[in-house]
Antibody, heavy 117, light 110 residues
Framework: QVQLVQSGAEVKKPGASVKVSCKAS????????ISWVRQAPGQGLEWMGW????????NYAQKLQGRVTMTTDTSTSTAYMELRSLRSDDTAVYYC??????????WGQGTLVTVSS | QSALTQPASVSGSPGQSITISCTGT?????????VSWYQQHPGKAPKLMIY???NRPSGVSNRFSGSKSGNTASLTISGLQAEDEADYYC??????????FGGGTKLTVL
């Protein structure tokens, strides 16, 4: 079955970087994109950006431009999201989701990133 | 890009029907037929329930339906069941972002 499995929880200090992985299985990785969505504690969903697993093209949310980088490794069917210069308001659960024309399904199980001094 | 507007909460009794609205602008909901709805149970990842305004993915109950009129999309759940109690989020393509989510609606089954 189609599945996305994310890396484990992270605790980072303000100013540090975090890199979350998302390993896909059960489908042809390069036929879809991967979107990243985050959810702060008790809050709603926020779209962060998208990467094409076919050619690596990216599209990032304007508010994260310059701090986020999304990449893929087609040899391992894995997508990565790196967020730099972390702040306390970056504390959230980060999800990856298979993306076909903005239809996000399925989603990974989520990765909690805590930013705290 | 501002989030799409959803009611904070809705409720209904088992067997009843409820509708959740998702209001945007002509630059998002009203301008494109790319509205999706997601269900999220506490502590779980979101699950796609409706895509492209009114299409249901394989495996999703036909009690869930979607529609759109002008700048407002709607999710209707008929024959409400206890397992439907969850948070629901709409999402739309936008001319600027390109994707935006609604603020979410908490559905309570009484």
């Amino acid at each position: 079955q189609v599945q996305l499995v994310q890396s484990g929880a992270e605790v980072k200090k303000p100013g540090a970087s975090v890199k979350v992985s998302c390993k896909a299985s059960g489908y042809t990785f390069t036929s879809y994109g991967i979107s990243w969505v985050r959810q702060a504690p008790g809050q709603g969903l926020e779209w962060m950006g998208w990467i094409s697993a076919y050619n690596g093209n990216t599209n990032y949310a304007q508010k994260l431009q310059g701090r986020v980088t999304m990449t893929t490794d087609t040899s391992t069917s894995t997508a990565y999201m790196e967020l730099r210069s972390l702040r306390s308001d970056d504390t959230a659960v980060y999800y990856c989701a298979r993306d076909l024309g903005g239809t996000h399904s399925p989603w990974g199980q989520g990765t909690l990133v805590t930013v705290s001094s | 890009q501002s989030a799409l507007t959803q009611p904070a909460s809705v409720s209904g009794s088992p067997g009843q029907s409820i509708t959740i609205s998702c209001t945007g602008t002509s630059s998002d909901v009203g301008g494109y037929n790319y509205v999706s709805w997601y269900q999220q149970h506490p502590g779980k990842a979101p699950k796609l329930m409706i895509y492209d305004v009114s299409n249901r993915p394989s495996g999703v109950s036909n009690r869930f339906s979607g529609s759109k009129s002008g700048n407002t999309a709607s999710l209707t759940i008929s024959g409400l069941q206890a397992e439907d109690e969850a948070d629901y989020y709409c999402s739309s393509y936008t001319s600027s972002s390109p994707w935006v989510f609604g603020g979410g609606t908490k559905l309570t089954v009484l």
